[in-house]
């Protein structure tokens, strides 16, 4: 049994600000993650077993379920029975470990602080449009985290009660952030630009 996981108060506050700040930035992409969750069920009733790289990500893996220790830890702040609430009737199993039990028709049923890889994970469809927009230059062949993109600082660990060791400052956060929001702009600026282009 690992080291029992310790949760901060304000960590968690500022973990949660930079999380809607990712959410933000993973808003631009629009409807990719509905229609691409919707394709998959479809290829699943269908039958078909393609890569995991074609799939959703929440219907291959099972954060709640791989991160559990933490995320029970940090859910059970507000709510002890935060996974009585998420739970929902078993699907047909996907290709991993999946779907995910947080998974709900209108997307993710934890709204505040899920876990690390869910809230920084950008899949290789992500990727492509990244690329075909001249955001980021690299390979989109699978899954890779924004700072793999992005120069930002490790301080999600420390903010979730998963590492410890040292003192994160509202400098630090303050720095993530102002990473993110570039990033965010740049692609937005892109958007914006493909967009003027389709119309012209």
Known sequence: MGPRISVNSTYLRWFHEI???LWSFFGLFGDLCGNCAEQTLKDLAAGERKGRDAWCCC?????????????????SRTN????EAIRREKRVRGAGNGPCPALGEQGCRIKKCRPITCTTQLCSKMLVVLNDLGVVRGATHSPLQIEDLIT????LPDLYGTKKGRTITQSDVDAYLSEVRRMKEK???????RDQERQG
């Open 80 to 83: 002890r029975e935060w996974y």
């Open 59 to 75: 219907m291959i893996d099972n954060q709640v379920h791989d991160n559990w220790e933490s995320l029970n830890a940090v859910q």
């Open 152 to 155: 930002l600082p490790d301080i």
């Open 19 to 21: 999380e809607k700040a």
């Open 187 to 193: 692609f937005a600026k892109a958007l914006r630009a």
